[in-house]
């Protein structure tokens, strides 16, 4: 996807970043991994504002997790709506369920990016197969759905999953990213994948790293959805 080569006005207001679950620490890492993103896009692009969600789960790894943040991503689209439309120019929300993001869009009337949908759409680009590597097996059911609701299972070649706690990888970022590559390989080798998506914003870093060791597409999906939501943005100029 090539960027438009308008540039934005100096006095956009900035987008924000809505993490669902309750990981501060997470939140700031997906912020400097749009921040990165933003930095590399050519012209003047909003600045990037995190929220961390007050209640909620720590990590989404179970259904009922990603139950819960869509609860209460829902609940901000209520309690925080004029502060939302009138502080910021676009909302991405940071998790691969897109939890709350049907809440925001029929609350907002800013553009609202959900981390999940995005970096799959960039990954079926150009008539692409796609697959999904993440660590949340016991999401198995909910990823397939969404690629469903997207209108992109006839470019899906499957998920594949991490073994181990996904807690625990999030103490470990090597390991994170050594189980990775393994589910990313898969995806590449046994389900014929043209370009893989890890299916998690807290697996940013990881995302990152190992964009630099294939030789197809690794798309992190945060820097998928800045993409997306800054097309929205010059689109909308």
């Keep these: 996807m090539q960027p438009p080569q308008d540039r934005f006005e100096d006095r956009m207001k900035p987008i924000l970043l809505i993490n669902p679950n309750t990981s501060v620490l997470t939140t700031q890492m997906m912020v400097d991994i749009a921040r990165a993103c933003l930095a590399d896009w050519p012209g003047r692009v909003p600045a990037i504002h995190g929220l961390t969600m007050p209640h909620g789960v720590p990590m989404i790894i179970e259904e009922a997790d990603l139950q819960a943040a869509a609860q209460a991503v829902g609940e901000l689209a209520f309690t925080q709506t004029e502060l939302v439309a009138d502080d910021v120019c676009g909302v ?4 691969f369920g897109d939890p709350g993001v ?35 097996p016991s999401m198995a059911a909910s990823i397939v759905a969404n690629v469903r609701r997207h209108g992109l299972e006839a470019a899906f070649s499957g998920a594949r999953f991490t073994s181990g706690d996904p807690q625990a990888f999030a103490r470990q970022p090597a390991a994170l990213e050594a189980a990775l590559a393994d589910a990313v390989g898969a995806c590449i080798d046994i389900d014929r994948a043209q370009a893989v998506v890890i299916g998690g914003g807290p697996l940013g870093q990881a995302a990152q790293a190992l964009s630099k060791r294939f030789d197809i597409p690794v798309i992190g999906p945060v820097p998928a959805a800045c993409r997306s939501l800054l097309h929205m943005l010059a689109g909308m100029r």
């Design 102 to 136: 049907t809440a925001l869009r029929q609350r907002l009337a800013v553009p609202v990016v959900g981390i999940g949908e995005a970096a799959m759409r960039e990954a079926a680009q150009h008539g692409r197969r796609f697959g999904i590597a993440t660590t949340t």
């Design 92 to 95: 991405i929300v940071a998790a």
